[in-house]
C-alpha cells in the first residue's frame, strides 16, 4: 500500500531498524559518503513505557530521553567546514565541532536544571565535553530553530528550547566508539563494519549526529532514532586523478555481513552525472536503478540491497564505481543561498565580525539569523549595519538578548529578507574583554573560538540539495527548509604576561637564598671573648676601620679645598676685577700629593653623557659658602683676594691647555667641566652667561626659596636671541633628522653678515644691523657626539654680472681645491694651487682672498697645526676631516644704490674628507651653485607710476568737460584702469607673447629648412644573388613547394619553372581542404593593398614592375598505388613551414625596429669607491621581465647601474639624462627617482627613454571595512611606524641625490616636482595629479608617466572651455611641429585659471576655444607648407580676439561719443551670434536665429525663392558667402577652430584657406558648409 509516495506495510513489531548508505559524486571531485542508521518505534511518544527493556532502541537514550521528558534531541560532531560553494547542501547539515539543542515537554517542571545533567550526561556517554556547555554558553532561540518532528500545539507554544554549542572540540575515536555502541549490532555486523576511525578521520570533513524526534507516517505516530553520519573523500587523491572509488579504497574494508536486527540494508550511489563523456562502471552490478523526483529534479540512483547479495553469494562485497578518463576540474556554480563570516579589525582592543550572505536566485528570500556571541566580546548593538548590494536594509524584526559577564552570552536573531542576486551584509562591532588569568585557556596567546551562525531560510528551487532516496521516492513540493552554518572564527583576547609569576618565584628564592646564609650565621653561631694578643689586636683593627668610616670630616677638607684654590688666584687692582685666565694647573698632581683632596673631587672624575648629567645643589650651595666666607674673611695668606671687586670665570675651547685654573674652579663648583660658559662672581650676586642647553642643566642652582644665607642670588643668562634661535633649529626634529638632538651643539654662534661689515673669519660676531638684500655671508658650525663640522654659503640678491661671474670662480676655486687636496698631498701646496688659480684671474684678488683656506676638525673645532695655509708643511692622510672655506673680502660693487650694497664679501666653506687617489668628498651636502643661491626680486613700483602719470591728463579732461558728476565716474575709471586686475595683467603678457610667437617659429623653421630627414630604407627583397645559390633539392626539380629557411625563401612553381619568393614579399597564406582537394592560397604584397606605415616605401625602387597579387594551388588527398603519401601533403608541409619562417621573420624585422634610433652609449666607468651612492631594494619601471623584481641602483663615476637581485643590469649614463626627478612620498605611495632620457636605452627588449626606480611605502590598499578607532593602540603604532618609515625613505633619497649632484659637480640635477601646484588630467587612461617641476609637467606615478619639457613647447591650446562644461582639453603643441601633439583631458574648469596662472609665469603662449580641432589635419598643414601658413597669419587662429574683436573695438569707439552703454549692448549680441555660428547647426534652432544669419534685404522673401538665390549664387561664385561670414573671414565658422592652409596661387581668400581646418561635430571638414545649410534650410521649411 502506497500512501502520498510512501511504502506503507503492516510491521509485526513495535521496532524497526533499517541501515542505509549513499554515495554521492560531488562536483568538484569530492566523494560525500552518508549513513543513515534509523531505529523507529511504532508508537506516540507519550504511550512507551520507557521502563521495559528494548529490543532495537539503546537503553542508555531511552533512560535519558525518558527521565529528562524531552521531546526532541538533536546532538552532533563535527570535525571540518561543510563547503557550500562546491559541495551544495548535505542531507544531514552541521556546524563544525559540538552542538546540542533539546525539546522539552510542555509540561515539564525544571527545564534549566535538567538541561546541565543532559549535557552532563551526554558528556559522559560520548567521551566528549559537552558538560562546558553551560549557561554562559546557552541560548532560548526564537525563531531559528523550529521542532523538525510532529508536535502538538501545545508542546509548541508552551515547550522549553535550549541551544548551545562548542565552536572548539576535537572529534576522534572516543567519540566514535560510544557511537557505534548505540547501534543494535554494535560495530561486528552492517555497515558500522565500515566505520573504520583511521579512514574517516582522514578524510575532508567528518561529522557523527544523533537526532530523536517524535514522526508521523502512514497516519501512525512514532518516534524516530536516526543516528547518522557524514564523510567528504578526495578519490582523486587515491586514483591517480581518477574520481573512480571503492569501499576498500574509502573505508579500507569489504562488506561481509549484515546486521540480522536491520530490516533493510541498502547501499545508494548517485549516478546521475554519468554519461557518454563521462564513462564509468559500476562493480558488481546493482540490483536496480532508483529515480527519485523532487519537484523537479530528478536523480538516478544504482541501488544495492546488500542483504540479499551477501545472502545469495556469500562472498565479501567490495562494490566501486571506476571513472575511465581523468577528473577534469571546472568551475562549480555555487548554491542559492551560502554565507561567510569573519572577524574584521586589528589590535586587542577591539573588532568586529562580518557575515556576507549570498543569494542567487531572482526571487527574494526570507531568512533567519542566529548569532550566539560569548560574554567576553562586548557587542554594541547601535553598531548594527545591514546592507544589501551597498544600501541599507530594514530587517522586519531584531531580537536582542545582552550578556552578563560569566552567566550569559549574547543572543542576537534577526529575521530579513534578502532581495534578488544580492550580497547581504550583517556587522556589528565589539569590543574584547581582558579576562581573569585563571579564565584563560592553556593555550590562551592561541585565542578564543566563537560560534557558527545560523541560517534558515526556505528556498523555492530544487537545485543543489541531496536527499536519501528512499525518504521520498516522488514528491511535487516546491520549497525546501535548508539551515546552514557559517565558519568558526578565531578571536584573540589580551592577555597577560604569564612568566610573571615564574620570575617572582626565582627572584623571591634567589633573594632569600642569599639572605638565608648570614642570617643563619648571625643567629647560631656564638660570640667569643679575645682570649690572646692576637685577638685583641684583630678586633681592635676592626674596631677602629669602622670608626675611622663614619668618622670622616668633610666640612675640614672642603674649607682646605677652599683656601687651596684662593690662594690660586694673583691679585690685579687695576679694574677691580680680576679673570682667572687659562694658566696651565696641574689638578692631578696636587690631587696626588694630597690624597685627602680625592675624597671630595673623585666623584666628578668619570666622564658622563650630558644626558645624564645632573647638579648637585647642595654641594654647590655649600661650596659657594666656603668660597665667600674665604673672599669676605681672607687671612693674611689671602689678603688680596679680600680687595677684588668680582671673580669671573670663563672657559673657553683651547686644545693646547689640558688643565687650568678655571677649569679647576669651575669643576669643584659644579662638579662637571664645561665649556663655553662664563661666571661672574660678585658680593651680592652671581651670573652665569651659557648657551640654552646649558642654561637649561644649570636650572637646579638658580636663585630659590631653597637657598640658605650667606648665597647671592644667582642669575642664568642666554647668550643672544640670535644663538638662542640657532640653537633651538639645531635641537628640533624638524630640521635635524636622523641623529639624537641631545647629542647636537652649536661650535660657534652662527655668523649672519650683510650690508658692507664682512668678517671671513670664525671667531667673528653677527652685528645688530638690519639684514641687508645684498651679499649674505651665511656660516655654522655644529658638534654632534664631540665631533664637529662647518659650513659656510653666500646669498646674493639680485646680483650683478661681476658678482655672478666672480661668485662661479669662487666655486670653481673650491672644487679645484677638492681634487687637489689628496691623500699624501702638503698642505700648503693645497693653499698655493689656490693662489696661483686666483692670480690668473686677477691678481688683486689675491690679497682679497682669506689668509688660510681651511684647517682640519674633529674633536676640536680647529686643528691650528693643520691649517691650509702657506707655510704649513703638514702632509694630508686619508680619513682625515677639513673644512675648507674660501672667500675674498672688500670687493666693490659700482652699481650698487646704496651705501651698504658698494662693499660685498663672498664666502664658502664645506666639510670634507680626504681620499687616496681623488677628490676630497663633500660631506656637507647643501647646494651652492648660483641658481641655488642666487635671488631675483622684481618690483612693479615704476611700472605703476608710469601708468598714473599716463592717466592723469584723462582725468583733467573728464573734470573739465561734464562738471560734477564726470568727476565721480572719472574717478572710478582712473581707479579700474590703474588697479589692473590679474586677467589683465596675463593678457598683457599673452599679446607679448603672441607677438614674438610667430616670428620666432619662423626663424626656426627657416634654419632647419636645410636639413632633410633621412628615410629609412627597406632591406633587399631579393633572395638569391645569383643562380648557385638555389637549392638542388628534388622538391624544386620535381616542382613542389620548397621553403629555404636558410635564405627566408618560398620557392613556387609557375609555370613549371621554380620562382623564388621571399618571406617579406608573402603577405598571408591559408589553407582550406574541400572535397578530395587541399587548396592552398598565398597573397602578397601588391600596390593598392592595405599597407603598414613600416611597408610604406616597399615599391618606391620597383614602381614600373610588374606584381603578383595571388596564387593558388590545389593536390589531391587521395594517395595512388605506390606513393608514400598524398600530394596534399606537400602543401601541409609547406603551409607549416611558410608560417614558421613568417614569423621568425617578423620576429626580427620587430626587433631591428626596436633598434632603430637607438644611440650607442659610452661604456660606463665603474667606481670601486665603496662609498658610492647606493640604494637597496628598488623596483625598476618598465619591468625587465614580466614579473616585477627588485634590486640595487648605484651611482658611478659616469652613470647609474641598476642590478637586480636575478643579475639583470641596466646602464644609464649621466650624459644620457634629459631631466632626473626625485618625487617624495609626501601625499603618495611610492617614492622615486625617475630619469628622462636624451636618447633611448634598450632593456626588456624594446626602447625606453623614461626609466623609473621606485619603492612603495605602507599599503596600497586600504581595507574600507576596517573599523577605525582613534585610540587603538595598534593603529596608533602602525601609522608612527609609517611615518618613521616615510620619513627613512625620504632621508636616504634626498641623501642619494644630494651625493650624486656632488660627485656629477651638478651635472645631473634632480628636480621635485611642486604638488601645490598639481591639477588633476588625463593625459593618458586614468586621472592622475599633474604637477609642474621647474621645467617640466609630469606625472611620475602612473604608470606610462606623462613628462612634458616647458622648453620645447610652442603654445597650448585649450578646448571645449565653456561656461556650462565641467571640464576643459589642453593640447600642447611642441616647437617641432613634425612632433605628435600631447593632449591632456578632463581638466576640472576650476582649475583653468590656476593653468593659465602658471602658464604665464612659464612665457607660454596659451589660447582657448570652444571646440575640439582636428590637429593631425592641422599639422600636416603646417609642415606641407610653413611659409605659408605664417604668411596668412600663423598662430593667430587661433585667437578669438583676432578680427571681430578689431571691428568690434572700431565700432564701439565711433558709438562711445554717441551713447555708451551701447558698448555693453552690442557686445552681449555680437557674442550671441558668435555662439550661433561656432556651434554646431541642429534642428532645433528657432526661426529667429536662423532669419539672423542672413541680411535684412532678404528678411521679406519665403524659403523657395531663398533657395534659388542661394543655388544661383553657388553657380556664379562657387561659395556661399554672406555677409557674416564676409566679416569672420571664413566659411562654415570662419577662423575660430582651423589655421589657414598655405599659399598656393598668392593671395586666397581667407575661406579657402581655412576651410580645410575645421573639424565639426560629425567629423567632416568646412568645405561642407554649404550643403548643410541647405539641408538645414529643406527641413526647416518642411
Keep these: 500500500m502506497t500512501i502520498n ?162 565552536p572548539h572540540e576535537s572529534v576522534c575515536t572516543e567519540n566514535l566508539t ?56 578526495n578519490p582523486p587523491i587515491m586514483f591517480d586523478g581518477k574520481q573512480s572509488w571503492s569501499l576498500v579504497k574509502l573505508f579500507g574494508t569489504t562488506l561481509t555481513s549484515t546486521c540480522s536486527l536491520a530490516s533493510k540494508t541498502t547501499l545508494y550511489i548517485d549516478v546521475t552525472d554519468n554519461n557518454d563523456k563521462n564513462l564509468t562502471k559500476l562493480t558488481p552490478e546493482p540490483t536496480k536503478l532508483v529515480y527519485s523526483v523532487i519537484g523537479a529534479e530528478e536523480r538516478k540512483y544504482a541501488a544495492y540491497d546488500l542483504k540479499q547479495m551477501i545472502a545469495q553469494n556469500g562472498k565479501p562485497l567490495n562494490i566501486g564505481n571506476y571513472f575511465q578518463n581523468n577528473l577534469l576540474y571546472s568551475s562549480v556554480k555555487p548554491p542559492p543561498l551560502y554565507a561567510n563570516r569573519f572577524i574584521k579589525g586589528y589590535g586587542l582592543a577591539d573588532g568586529g565580525i562580518t557575515c556576507h550572505i549570498f543569494n542567487n536566485l531572482d526571487k527574494p528570500i526570507e531568512i533567519a539569523y542566529l548569532d550566539v556571541i560569548p560574554w567576553y566580546l562586548r557587542i554594541y548593538v547601535h553598531t548594527l549595519e545591514i546592507t544589501s548590494n551597498g544600501q541599507s536594509l530594514k530587517p522586519h524584526t531584531i531580537y ?18 534578502l532581495p534578488p542576486n544580492s550580497m547581504t551584509d550583517i556587522s556589528y ?45 516522488i514528491s511535487t513540493q516546491n520549497v525546501h527548509f535548508v539551515r546552514i552554518y557559517t565558519q568558526t572564527l578565531l578571536v584573540s583576547l589580551p592577555t597577560p604576561d604569564f612568566s610573571m609569576p615564574y620570575n617572582v618565584i626565582c627572584l623571591v628564592s634567589t633573594v632569600v637564598s642569599l639572605a638565608f646564609g648570614p642570617i643563619h650565621n648571625l643567629t647560631t653561631r656564638r660570640a667569643k671573648i679575645a682570649d690572646n694578643e692576637s685577638d685583641k689586636k684583630t678586633k681592635d683593627s676592626l674596631m677602629s676601620k669602622i670608626k675611622n668610616f663614619f668618622k670622616r670630616k668633610t666640612s675640614t677638607k672642603c674649607a682646605e679645598q677652599t683656601k687651596y684654590i684662593i690662594k690660586m688666584l694673583p691679585m ?61 674673611n681672607s687671612d693674611e695668606d689671602l689678603d688680596n683676594i679680600h680687595k677684588v671687586d668680582a671673580i669671573v670665570v670663563i672657559v673657553g675651547q683651547d686644545p693646547d691647555v689640558v688643565y687650568s685654573k678655571s677649569t679647576a674652579l669651575q669643576t669643584w663648583l659644579f662638579g662637571y667641566e664645561m665649556t663655553d660658559i662664563m661666571v661672574v662672581l660678585c658680593h651680592q650676586s652671581i651670573h652665569v652667561l651659557a648657551s640654552k642647553k646649558k642654561v637649561e642643566f644649570l636650572k637646579l642652582i638658580e636663585s630659590s626659596k631653597e637657598n640658605e644665607e650667606k648665597v647671592p642670588t644667582i642669575t642664568l643668562l642666554v647668550r643672544d636671541k640670535l644663538a638662542d634661535g640657532v640653537e633651538q633649529a639645531v635641537n628640533n626634529k624638524k630640521y635635524v633628522k636622523g641623529v639624537d638632538p641631545s647629542q647636537v651643539d652649536l661650535c660657534y654662534t652662527a655668523i649672519v653678515q650683510s650690508g658692507g661689515k664682512y668678517n671671513l673669519k670664525f671667531s667673528a660676531v653677527s652685528d645688530k644691523n638690519n639684514l641687508h638684500f645684498g651679499a649674505i655671508t651665511c656660516a655654522l658650525g655644529v658638534r654632534y657626539k664631540q665631533y664637529c ?105 659700482k652699481s650698487a644704490s ?50 598714473e602719470e599716463e592717466v592723469k591728463p584723462d582725468i583733467v579732461k573728464e573734470e573739465d568737460f561734464a562738471g560734477r558728476g564726470a568727476r565721480r565716474t572719472a574717478l572710478i575709471e582712473n581707479k579700474l584702469r590703474n588697479e589692473s586686475t590679474t586677467e589683465e595683467k596675463r593678457k598683457q603678457h599673452q599679446k607679448e607673447l603672441s607677438d614674438n610667437l610667430n616670428e620666432s617659429a619662423r626663424a626656426r623653421l627657416a634654419s632647419k629648412a636645410g636639413g632633410n630627414k633621412e628615410e629609412s630604407s627597406r632591406k633587399s627583397t ?151 651612492p647606493k640604494l637597496k631594494d628598488l623596483y625598476i619601471r618598465p619591468n625587465i621581465i614580466t614579473k616585477r623584481i627588485h634590486g640595487t641602483l648605484e651611482a658611478h663615476a659616469n652613470g647609474f647601474r641598476f642590478t637586480s637581485i636575478r643579475g639583470d643590469r641596466v646602464d644609464i649614463l649621466y650624459n644620457n639624462i634629459k631631466h632626473a626627478f626625485f618625487q617624495p612620498c609626501d601625499k603618495e605611495m611610492l617614492i622615486l627617482l625617475h630619469f628622462t632620457l636624451k636618447n633611448a636605452i634598450m632593456f626588456g627588449k624594446k626602447k625606453q627613454s623614461e626609466v623609473q626606480f621606485y619603492t612603495e611605502v605602507g599599503e596600497i590598499t586600504t581595507d574600507l571595512g576596517k573599523h577605525q578607532h582613534m585610540h587603538d593602540r595598534d593603529d596608533l603604532a602602525a601609522e608612527q611606524a609609517e611615518r618613521e618609515l616615510r620619513q627613512k625613505l625620504k632621508t636616504a633619497f634626498k641623501t642619494f641625490c644630494d651625493k650624486v649632484e656632488q660627485l656629477t659637480k651638478q651635472e645631473v640635477e634632480f628636480d621635485t616636482p611642486f604638488r601645490d601646484l598639481g591639477y588633476p588630467g588625463v593625459p593618458n587612461r586614468s586621472i592622475v595629479l599633474l604637477q609642474p617641476t621647474s621645467g617640466c609637467l609630469v606625472n611620475l606615478t602612473d604608470w606610462p608617466p606623462f613628462v612634458i619639457t616647458l622648453d620645447e613647447v610652442e603654445l597650448v591650446h585649450f578646448e571645449r572651455v565653456q561656461f556650462h562644461l565641467k571640464n576643459f582639453d589642453m593640447i600642447f603643441v611642441f616647437k617641432d611641429y613634425t612632433r605628435k601633439i600631447s593632449m591632456v583631458n578632463a581638466v576640472p574648469m576650476a582649475m583653468l585659471d590656476h593653468v593659465k596662472e602658471w602658464l604665464n609665469s612659464c612665457d607660454i603662449r596659451y589660447t582657448e576655444g570652444i571646440q575640439s580641432l582636428n590637429w593631425a589635419k592641422i599639422m600636416k598643414t603646417i609642415t606641407d607648407d610653413p611659409e605659408g601658413f605664417f604668411d596668412s597669419g600663423g598662430w593667430t587662429f587661433l585667437d578669438p580676439e583676432s578680427d571681430e574683436e578689431n571691428h568690434g573695438d572700431d565700432d564701439s569707439d565711433e558709438e562711445d561719443d554717441q551713447y555708451r552703454p551701447s558698448d555693453s549692448v552690442s557686445s552681449v549680441e555680437e557674442s550671441e551670434s558668435e555662439f550661433s555660428e561656432d556651434s554646431a547647426v541642429s534642428e532645433d534652432e528657432t526661426d529667429e536665429s536662423e532669419g539672423s544669419l542672413g541680411s535684412s534685404e532678404e528678411s521679406g522673401k519665403d524659403w523657395s525663392e531663398l533657395e534659388e538665390e542661394a543655388a544661383a549664387a553657388d553657380k556664379t561664385h562657387g561659395d556661399f558667402v554672406d555677409d557674416y561670414t564676409q566679416r569672420k573671414g571664413g566659411v562654415g565658422g570662419g577662423h575660430r577652430g582651423k589655421p589657414p592652409p598655405p599659399k598656393r596661387h598668392g593671395s586666397m581668400h581667407s575661406s579657402s584657406k581655412h576651410s580645410s581646418m575645421k573639424r565639426g561635430r560629425d567629423g567632416r571638414d568646412g568645405r561642407d558648409g554649404r550643403d548643410d545649410r541647405d539641408r538645414h534650410h529643406k527641413k526647416m521649411r518642411k
Design 5 to 166: 509516495g510512501f511504502n506503507c506495510e503492516t510491521k509485526s513489531t513495535d521496532e524497526e531498524y533499517t541501515e542505509t548508505l549513499v554515495l554521492k559524486p560531488l562536483p568538484d571531485g569530492h566523494l560525500y559518503a552518508f549513513f543513515e542508521l534509523k531505529t523507529i518505534w511504532h508508537k506516540s511518544l507519550h504511550s512507551i513505557n520507557w521502563a521495559n527493556r528494548f529490543n532495537v532502541f539503546p537503553l542508555s537514550l531511552g533512560k535519558l530521553i525518558s527521565k529528562h521528558e524531552l521531546q526532541e534531541l538533536h546532538f552532533s560532531l563535527t570535525k571540518g567546514v561543510w563547503k557550500h560553494q562546491r559541495w551544495g547542501y548535505a542531507i544531514r547539515e552541521a556546524p563544525p565541532n559540538a552542538q546540542l539543542w533539546l525539546w522539552f515537554q510542555h509540561f515539564h517542571k525544571n527545564p534549566e536544571n535538567a538541561w546541565r545533567e543532559i549535557t552532563s550526561e551526554l558528556s559522559g556517554q560520548f567521551c566528549a565535553s559537552i558538560n562546558f556547555i553551560d549557561n554562559s554558553a546557552t541560548v532560548e532561540p526564537k525563531y531559528s530553530l523550529r521542532p523538525e518532528g510532529v508536535i502538538d500545539g501545545q508542546s509548541y507554544r508552551n515547550g522549553s528550547l535550549f541551544y548551545g554549542a562548542l
Design 178 to 233: 560510544p557511537f557505534k555502541k548505540l547501534l543494535p549490532c554494535f560495530a561486528n555486523k552492517g555497515l558500522a563494519t565500515l566505520l573504520n576511525a583511521q579512514h574517516l578521520f582522514n578524510s575532508y570533513y567528518f561529522s557523527l549526529a544523533i537526532d530523536f524526534r517524535p514522526d508521523i507516517k502512514c497516519e501512525t505516530t512514532s518516534v524516530e532514532l536516526i543516528q547518522s553520519i557524514s564523510v567528504v573523500f
Design 572 to 632: 690685579k687692582h687695576s679694574i677691580g676685577v680680576h679673570l682667572i685666565a687659562s694658566e696651565s694647573m696641574q689638578l692631578q698632581e696636587y690631587v696626588s700629593q694630597n690624597p685627602e683632596s680625592n675624597v671630595v673631587l673623585k666623584e666628578y672624575l668619570s666622564p658622563k653623557t650630558m644626558s645624564q648629567l645632573v647638579v648637585d645643589k647642595n654641594a654647590f650651595f655649600r661650596r659657594v659658602r666656603h668660597l665667600y666666607h674665604s673672599w669676605n
Design 898 to 947: 646704496d651705501a651698504e650694497g658698494k662693499q660685498y664679501a663672498l664666502f664658502i666653506g664645506d666639510t670634507v674628507v680626504v681620499n687616496d687617489g681623488s677628490a676630497a668628498n663633500v660631506l656637507t651636502l647643501s647646494k651652492k651653485k648660483l641658481k641655488n643661491v642666487a635671488i631675483i626680486l622684481k618690483d612693479g613700483d615704476e611700472e605703476s607710476e608710469e601708468s
Design 789 to 893: 663640522s662647518n659650513i659656510v654659503r653666500t646669498l646674493l640678491v639680485n646680483p650683478t654680472e661681476e658678482q655672478k661671474s666672480l661668485y662661479e670662480f669662487l666655486v670653481e676655486l673650491q672644487e679645484s681645491v677638492l681634487e687637489k687636496l689628496k691623500d699624501g698631498v702638503r698642505l700648503s701646496d693645497v693653499y698655493q694651487h689656490a693662489v696661483d688659480m686666483v692670480s690668473k684671474r686677477d691678481k688683486s684678488l689675491v690679497d682679497k682672498m682669506t689668509k688660510n683656506i681651511g684647517f682640519a676638525m674633529g674633536l676640536e673645532f680647529r686643528e691650528g697645526s693643520l691649517l691650509l695655509a702657506p707655510k704649513s708643511n703638514s702632509i694630508a692622510k686619508k680619513g682625515m676631516v677639513f673644512n675648507v672655506s674660501i672667500g675674498f673680502s672688500g670687493l666693490q660693487n
Design 400 to 417: 536582542y538578548k545582552p550578556s552578563k559577564d560569566r552567566i550569559q552570552a549574547h543572543h542576537l536573531e534577526l529575521l530579513l529578507v
Design 429 to 473: 562591532q565589539f569590543d574584547r574583554v581582558f579576562l581573569k588569568w585563571t579564565e584563560y585557556p592553556p593555550d590562551a596567546n592561541h585565542g578564543v573560538y566563537v560560534n557558527s551562525a545560523i541560517i534558515s531560510a526556505n528556498l523555492n528551487t530544487d537545485k543543489n540539495f541531496t536527499y536519501l532516496p528512499i525518504r521520498e521516492t
Design 1022 to 1172: 631579393v633572395s638569391y644573388k645569383n643562380i648557385n645559390q638555389m637549392p638542388k633539392q628534388t622538391e624544386v626539380n620535381d616542382l613542389m613547394i620548397f621553403v629555404d629557411k636558410k635564405y627566408e625563401t618560398v620557392i613556387l612553381p609557375i609555370f613549371g619553372i621554380p620562382v623564388p619568393f621571399h618571406i617579406s614579399t608573402i603577405k598571408n597564406i591559408s589553407q582550406s581542404i574541400e572535397g578530395d582537394y587541399t587548396y592552398l592560397r598565398v597573397n602578397f604584397f601588391h600596390p593598392g593593398a592595405t599597407l603598414a606605415k613600416t611597408d610604406g616605401n616597399m615599391f618606391v625602387a620597383n614602381f614600373d614592375s610588374t606584381f603578383l597579387k595571388e596564387l593558388t594551388y590545389r593536390a589531391t588527398n587521395v594517395k595512388e598505388p605506390g606513393e608514400i603519401s598524398a600530394p596534399s601533403s606537400n602543401l601541409n608541409t609547406a603551409f607549416r613551414l611558410i608560417k614558421e619562417v613568417q614569423k621568425k621573420f617578423k620576429t626580427r624585422e620587430a626587433e631591428e625596429r626596436e633598434k632603430e634610433g637607438i644611440v650607442k652609449q659610452d661604456t660606463l666607468v665603474l667606481s670601486q669607491n665603496k662609498g658610492n
